[in-house]
Structures are given as C-alpha cells and as structure tokens.
C-alpha cells in the first residue's frame, strides 16, 4: 500500500487548501430581528432624542456582540462539515481503489515490465499472484492469456488448454489463441495431431497464415506421421518468419534438411519442392513491383517485400504461395512457381491466382505491419506477360 501514501497526501494537501480559504467566503451574515423591534417600540413611547440615540447605540453595540458569536458558531459549524467531508473523500477513494483492484492490476503489470531483472522466485511469486487474481476475475483474458503461455512453456501442458479454451469461449476466432490452443492440445495429446487440434490450426491459419503456433503444431503433427512433403511446407513458412541468421531460422533449416533425409531414407515417391527453382517448376506467375506516382522510392528501399499468391476469388487468407525478398531498387519482379508453394500446396495445380504485396518495415507480413501495400485479381498462371502491381501507402 506504500504507493497509496502520495495520492493520500495530496488528498490531504488539497483539503488543507479548502480549509484554509474556504471559511473566509463560506459564512452567511445573520440579522437579529429582537433588536430592531425594541428599538421601534422605544422610537414609540418617547420623543426625547437623548434617549433616543442612547438606545440606537445600545441596538448597535448588542448587534455587533450578536453577529460576531453567530459567525463564530457559523465557521465552527463549516469546519466540521468540511472536515467530515475531506475525511469521507479520503475514505470513498481508498475503499473504491481497493475494491475495484486497480492497485493489484497495477501492481501486477510493474511487475510484467520488470521481468527482465526479475529472479526465478521473483517470477514464481508473480505467476502465484497472477493466478489469485485470475480466480477472483475469471473474465479477465488477459490474466488467462498469460498464465497459458506460462504454463505451457513449463511444460503444464493442460492447464494452459484450460486457460485457452476459456479465451476461445470469449474470442472463438483469435488465430493467435487458436493456435496455442492447438499447440497445447498437441502436447497433452503426447505430441499427436488430433482432429480438433488440427482444426483449430488450420483455422488460426485462415485467418492469420503467419501464426507461428499454429505452424509449428502441423509441421511437427505432420512430421510425426511421416507426412514429410506437408511437414516441409510448414517448416518453410516457419523459417521465412524468421530473421536469416537467427537461431529460430537455423533451426527451421536443420528440420527441412531433417525432413529430406527422411523421406529420401523411406523411398518416398513424391518429391518436395526444393528453395530453388528448377527448370521443370510447373506453371508460374511473373509480377512487376513498382510504386505510385510521388512515393519516394529511397524511403522503402532495403525493406521486406512479400510477395503472396492466394487461389482467384477465394475468400480464406491463407497462402498458396509466398515469395520473401529484400528490396534492391525500384521497380522489381518476382516470379512464383511450385518451389514458393507453402503447406504442401502446389501452386500449377491453379488456373489463376490472386496476386497481393506487401512491404514490411519490421520484416514480419501481414497488413498490419505493410507500410506500402498493392495487389492484382484473377491473373494468369503460365501468362508470359508480367502482372503489374502498384503498391500505394
């Protein structure tokens, strides 16, 4: 409660202030009425002027006595109901700002940012304050959100599907949460990809195709029933998420080389499509990038470009195709064929596509992270003209 004490004190400051000043204005004159009536009955009775001026000062001097101790009592009266006021202002404010737990939630959120330089039995405390909190407020989808990703980076697998599926009541279309949901469920489930797993999954990714969870849980339920083909297109888009170099990047690139030795060692068939394109890639898609009249091409150059091919018409935001490149110089092309193809998806398998762009100052995609974004409908798989497409702020 230390932190009560200041906004105590300036309570207290404030209703200093007031009963200070405030008495000097805060009086009302009262007249007698007795006074004046005698004097009256005495102006009747007689007419000798001496007398008569003896009880005018007499009136004044009784009226001035009358009036000084009716102020006093007056201001008395004023401080006590100023005081009571201040002490009930004081009072309602500190039982309002308990009861409602502002200070708690404050406190809790201090807390949040300091992890950094926090200790393991610092963050022990937290999580068991968190979780007090959460049981008085269990509406609150904050405090569910972040035990979730507590518990479940400790390895408390089913309680952290118990805080999601509380969130999925509230939001039932967070690909975020459907994708934690999904990834817990496949933990509990001894790392198996079940149906509802998987369905929630793939609907974070309808809805959000760069939604790591939600990747990383069908690229291992995938790899885990030998589906190295799908398997391998998850890992792709996991890894084009990432920063080349990063450790995250690295170890999506150990995965796929893992993938590929697999299948290689089980005579698979079917080949997945390689980074590179080869000669016989399938039906492609060429696209001419370049910017609107009066954008300044040197602001957005070295940024991110993505590059994103979707089934014509299709109303689902998840990719068939994706392309990752570094903006050189304006205006550039890109070309998409099978080897861009994400998520076991085979992008000759279209008749047309449509075509959207997107340049990311902080290299992750998606729309809300495009400073420049353009796009193109219904175009042409295997056309040998390039599709332009103008991207506008």
């Given at each position: 409660?230390?932190?009560?004490?200041?906004?105590?004190?300036?309570l207290?400051?404030?209703?200093?202030?007031?009963?200070?000043?405030?008495?000097?204005?805060?009086?009302?004159?009262?007249?007698?009425d007795?006074?004046?009536?005698?004097?009256?009955?005495?102006?009747?009775?007689?007419?000798?002027?001496?007398?008569?001026s003896?009880?005018?000062?007499?009136?004044?001097?009784d009226?001035?006595?009358?009036?000084?101790?009716?102020?006093?009592?007056?201001?008395?009266?004023?401080?006590?109901?100023?005081?009571?006021?201040?002490?009930?202002?004081?009072?309602?404010?500190?039982?309002?700002?308990?009861?409602?737990?502002?200070?708690?939630?404050?406190?809790?959120?201090r807390?949040?940012?300091?992890?950094?330089?926090?200790?393991?039995?610092?963050v022990?405390?937290?999580?068991?304050?968190?979780?007090?909190?959460?049981?008085?407020?269990?509406?609150?989808?904050?405090?569910r959100?972040?035990?979730?990703?507590?518990?479940?980076?400790?390895?408390?697998?089913?309680?952290?599907l118990?805080?999601?599926?509380?969130?999925?009541?509230?939001?039932?279309e967070?690909?975020?949460?459907?994708?934690?949901?999904?990834?817990?469920?496949?933990?509990?489930?001894?790392?198996?990809?079940?149906?509802?797993?998987?369905?929630?999954?793939?609907?974070a990714?309808?809805?959000?195709?760069?939604?790591?969870?939600?990747?990383?849980?069908?690229?291992?339920?995938?790899?885990?029933?030998?589906?190295?083909?799908?398997?391998?297109?998850?890992?792709?888009?996991?890894?084009?998420?990432?920063?080349?170099?990063?450790?995250?990047?690295?170890l999506?690139?150990?995965?796929?080389?893992?993938?590929?030795?697999?299948?290689?060692?089980?005579?698979?068939?079917?080949?997945?499509?390689?980074?590179?394109p080869?000669?016989?890639?399938?039906?492609?898609?060429?696209?001419?990038?370049?910017l609107?009249?009066?954008?300044?091409?040197?602001?957005?150059t070295g940024?991110?470009?993505?590059?994103?091919?979707?089934?014509a018409?299709?109303?689902?935001?998840?990719?068939?195709?994706?392309?990752?490149?570094?903006?050189?110089?304006?205006?550039?092309?890109?070309?998409?064929?099978?080897?861009?193809?994400?998520?076991?998806?085979?992008?000759?398998?279209?008749?047309?596509?449509?075509?959207?762009?997107?340049?990311?100052?902080?290299?992750?995609?998606?729309?809300?992270?495009?400073?420049?974004?353009?796009?193109?409908?219904?175009?042409?798989?295997?056309?040998?003209?390039?599709?332009?497409?103008?991207?506008?702020?």
């Amino acid at each position: 409660m230390n932190d009560l004490f200041p906004i105590a004190a300036g309570l207290c400051a404030i209703a200093a202030v007031f009963l200070t000043i405030l008495p000097t204005f805060w009086t009302r004159q009262i007249d007698g009425d007795s006074l004046d009536d005698w004097l009256t009955v005495r102006k009747a009775e007689t007419d000798d002027a001496e007398l008569l001026s003896d009880a005018q000062l007499r009136v004044w001097d009784d009226k001035d006595s009358e009036q000084t101790m009716r102020l006093i009592e007056g201001s008395t009266s004023s401080w006590r109901y100023q005081i009571a006021l201040v002490v009930g202002l004081i009072t309602a404010t500190l039982v309002i700002y308990d009861g409602l737990g502002a200070y708690e939630d404050v406190q809790i959120t201090r807390a949040i940012v300091d992890l950094g330089n926090a200790s393991p039995d610092d963050v022990t405390k937290l999580v068991t304050r968190i979780e007090q909190r959460s049981s008085e407020r269990p509406k609150n989808l904050d405090y569910r959100s972040l035990l979730g990703e507590y518990y479940i980076s400790t390895g408390r697998a089913s309680e952290a599907l118990e805080n999601f599926e509380a969130i999925l009541e509230e939001a039932p279309e967070s690909p975020d949460v459907l994708g934690r949901a999904a990834q817990a469920e496949f933990i509990v489930n001894g790392q198996t990809l079940n149906a509802r797993a998987q369905q929630r999954a793939e609907r974070a990714l309808a809805s959000d195709p760069r939604q790591k969870s939600a990747l990383a849980t069908l690229a291992m339920g995938e790899f885990g029933q030998g589906n190295y083909i799908e398997a391998i297109g998850y890992m792709r888009v996991l890894r084009d998420l990432e920063i080349p170099g990063s450790e995250a990047h690295e170890l999506m690139k150990s995965a796929i080389a893992e993938s590929e030795s697999r299948m290689a060692q089980a005579g698979t068939q079917r080949v997945a499509p390689t980074d590179t394109p080869p000669a016989d890639a399938g039906a492609g898609v060429e696209i001419l990038v370049s910017l609107d009249e009066g954008v300044d091409a040197s602001a957005f150059t070295g940024l991110t470009a993505f590059v994103i091919a979707r089934p014509a018409g299709s109303q689902m935001r998840m990719p068939t195709a994706v392309s990752r490149y570094t903006v050189g110089e304006w205006p550039f092309s890109v070309t998409l064929t099978d080897a861009n193809s994400m998520a076991g998806q085979s992008l000759s398998a279209l008749n047309s596509v449509d075509i959207e762009v997107q340049v990311s100052q902080n290299g992750q995609p998606g729309l809300a992270n495009a400073a420049l974004s353009g796009s193109a409908s219904n175009v042409s798989l295997g056309d040998s003209v390039e599709t332009v497409v103008v991207l506008t702020p």
